[in-house]
Structure formats: C-alpha cells, structure tokens
C-alpha cells in the first residue's frame, strides 16, 4: 500500500495510500505487504510494512500490492509473479522493459483506471493527483475476474 514517488520533494512527502474505494471495488484482501506503518484503513487481514520487510516474509491467500514506486517496483512484481495469486498497483508504463517482463508477458489481465488517481496522504486525507495514469495488474484468474467485475472506471484488458 505504501506508493513511493523517489525524488518527489515537492509534495514533501514520499508516502501515497491506494484510496480506499478502490479496495472496496476489488474485494477481501489476505496480505499487504507494502502496508504504511501507520494506516487510517486496512487494505488487508494481514500486513507488513517497511520494518516487517514484505518481501523477506512467506506470501500467502490473495496479497494487494501497491508498491514503493521506482527502480524497486520490478522486484516487487517479480514476487507478484511468483506468488501467483495477487493484484499490483503501479503507473502505467506500458513501453517500459519492467511492464514488458513482468506484466504482458506474465499477469493475466490488467486494469486500465480512467483519469489519475487521487491518491490519499497517511491521515487519510485526499492528496493531489498522480503524477502519471495507473494500472492494476491482476495475478491468478481469481484476480483477473475480479478486476473484469470491479465497478471502478477504466478499461479491462485479458491477457
């Protein structure tokens, strides 16, 4: 859940939380493990934060991924890939060598989301728009029939 924008200085922060309605739209989540230290709402039964390392623990049951933005966000995707059974949020770079490894050649479907997202600062309120337009990427069928039936605006693509 955590969204790090690296170098972003002006907003002074570097810490973004996916808004809740889009949780909503996607269902029960089992693990988040790029969870905020403190968060004004669950996005998961479980999560990790920066302390807990994420990425050192087992994975298990559906996992909602919204991970530190920049040069890491390929590793988190290789773990999404791994686990097989978990949704990603990231920008949608689509020409980029990342979202050619690790999502067109390996996601089951992907979640195009009208407009920028509006993503909200650790208080829980409203933050500014995303600096480019998002995508969530669906591992696992489940996953993939979730994002086909969620009543977010945007476009579903099956891959």
């Not at 994975?59 to 966000?73: A, L």
């Not at 979730?146 to 009543?151: D, G, H, P």
């Amino acid at each position: 859940m955590n969204v790090k924008f690296e170098g972003n200085t002006a907003t002074g922060t570097d810490v973004w939380l996916t808004p809740p309605y889009i949780i909503e739209a996607l269902g029960e989540f089992d693990l988040d493990p790029c969870s905020p230290i403190n968060r004004p709402w669950d996005t998961a039964k479980k999560h990790y934060n920066v302390f807990d390392d994420g990425l050192a623990h087992q994975w298990e049951g559906r996992v909602w991924c919204n991970p530190p933005y920049g040069k890491h966000t390929k590793i988190w995707l290789d773990r999404c890939v791994e686990h097989g059974n978990a949704m990603v949020l990231i920008f949608a770079r689509t020409e980029t060598k990342m979202f050619f490894d690790h999502i067109w050649n390996k996601a089951s479907a992907v979640f195009f989301i009208k407009g920028r997202i509006k993503f909200c600062k650790v208080d829980g309120s409203v933050g500014q728009s995303a600096g480019a337009p998002s995508v969530i990427v669906a591992y696992g069928d489940n996953n993939a029939q979730a994002l086909q039936s969620c009543t977010l605006p945007g476009k579903y693509i099956r891959l």
